[in-house]
């Protein structure tokens, strides 16, 4: 009965052993190498060109999560199909954007400068 026992220990032992032998193993955190995201710089003509774009940024950016730059230019990141985009543009163009302010077409400004 006693060598029953033994036995059956050293049993239970090896295969606790096994066991987190093959959970140590399968840690991929280890092996893995870590992913970069590439960041894509466009302007915010640029974005406009692409419907998708647009759409992605009306809905993660606002102007309250504008990042202000130097040139007095602001930065929204946001991420579309995985990949990080930063748009930039001057606050004029971002209040138009999100059409806050009116910008008048070329021909009528011409027309506005040359009545005053």
Same mark, same amino acid.
């Given at each position: 009965m006693e060598v029953i026992m033994k036995t059956m220990k050293f049993t239970l032992i090896a @295969?606790?052993?096994a066991f987190l032998m093959v959970n140590v193993a399968g840690a991929d955190d280890f092996k893995s190498k870590?992913?970069?995201?590439?960041?894509?710089?466009?302007?915010?003509? %640029? @974005?406009?060109k692409n419907p998708g774009i647009v759409n992605a940024l009306y809905s993660q950016v606002d102007?309250?999560?504008?990042?202000?730059?130097? #040139?007095?230019m602001y930065v929204g990141e946001m991420k579309y199909h995985g %990949?990080?985009?930063?748009v930039w543009g001057s606050y004029v163009e971002w209040? @138009?954007?999100?059409?806050?302010?009116?910008?008048?077409?070329?021909?009528?400004? #011409?027309?506005?400068k040359a009545i005053e």
């Open positions: @295969a606790l052993l870590p992913r970069f995201s590439v960041v894509k710089n466009i302007t915010l003509e %640029q @974005a406009k102007l309250g999560k504008l990042i202000p730059s130097k #040139d007095y %990949q990080v985009y930063r209040l @138009a954007f999100f059409r806050l302010i009116i910008i008048p077409p070329v021909h009528y400004r #011409d027309e506005m």
